[in-house]
């Protein structure tokens, strides 16, 4: 860094901490870029899951690595409701079927109900209380100054979807399955879980191991090619 770009990190308000960062040889970050992929590669999303129980403390781990993602101004505009509670469970998943009937006999454009047919969903949603934990990320739309008034969040879409994603990656690689349910609509989950009207419900995550026959529908991910541009 240069004499003068150091006197500006010096002058400012908010001050700067120098980055943890250590250097890896390049035959490390390969072997450990290819493992990741690898990994990340046998992820799936299953429907099926099993009754057995998962300790919370790995749940906890899961939603403390989502927390690490970053975010719009660093605001990190999610909640997370971790729910084990079996009423809560029945509630949410009857609440959940309820508008799927909706969906998926009349609201749904023929369009999307085609679009689904290869991963066989339907209004039916055992997930929902066969999973040990059903984890519901909220979207906070806005935020609160302490009195009360709105603080207005930016990207919160983008940084909730990045949340997930790492929400998703750490519960794989902890050896669990998650699924990305989202009930159609879902402001249900709001009032279910008393969560203010600033708070969207975005997607719900059932957690658990899958069930001895957790079966998958046979996709394939798009290749190389057909998802990169270089330039
Ligand atoms: N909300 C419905 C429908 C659904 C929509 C998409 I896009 C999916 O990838 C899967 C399902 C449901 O959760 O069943």
Redesign the pocket.
């Known amino acids: 860094m240069s004499d003068s770009t150091k006197d500006q990190f010096a002058a400012r308000a908010f001050p700067f901490v120098p980055l943890e960062f250590s250097r890896l040889p390049g035959a490390e970050s390969t072997e450990r870029a290819r493992a990741f992929f690898e990994e990340m590669n046998r992820r799936r999303t299953t429907r099926h899951f099993s009754t057995e129980p998962v300790p919370r403390d790995l749940i906890e781990l899961a939603i403390r690595t989502a927390g690490t993602a970053p975010s719009g101004a660093h605001q990190q505009p999610w909640t997370f409701v971790a729910v084990s509670d079996p009423d809560l469970k029945r509630q949410i998943r009857e609440a959940a079927e309820k508008e799927?009937h909706d969906?998926y006999h009349g609201r749904a454009p023929q369009e999307w109900i085609e679009a689904?047919a290869p991963?066989g969903?339907d209004e039916h949603k055992p997930h929902l209380t066969d999973a040990p934990w059903v984890v519901v990320l909220f979207r906070q739309a806005h935020g609160l100054n302490p009195d009360g008034s709105k603080r207005t969040y930016y990207y919160t879409q983008e940084s909730c979807g990045i949340a997930a994603g790492f929400f998703i990656a750490a519960i794989h690689q902890m050896g669990l399955v998650t699924l990305t349910?989202?009930?159609?609509p879902m402001g249900f989950l709001g009032e279910l879980l008393g969560r203010p009207p600033h708070e969207k419900a975005m997607l719900v995550m059932p957690v658990g191991y899958p069930a001895r026959d957790a079966k998958v529908p046979d996709l394939r991910r798009k290749p190389l090619e057909q998802i990169v541009v270089w330039k």
């Open positions: 799927e969906f689904l991963l969903t349910h989202t009930p159609n």
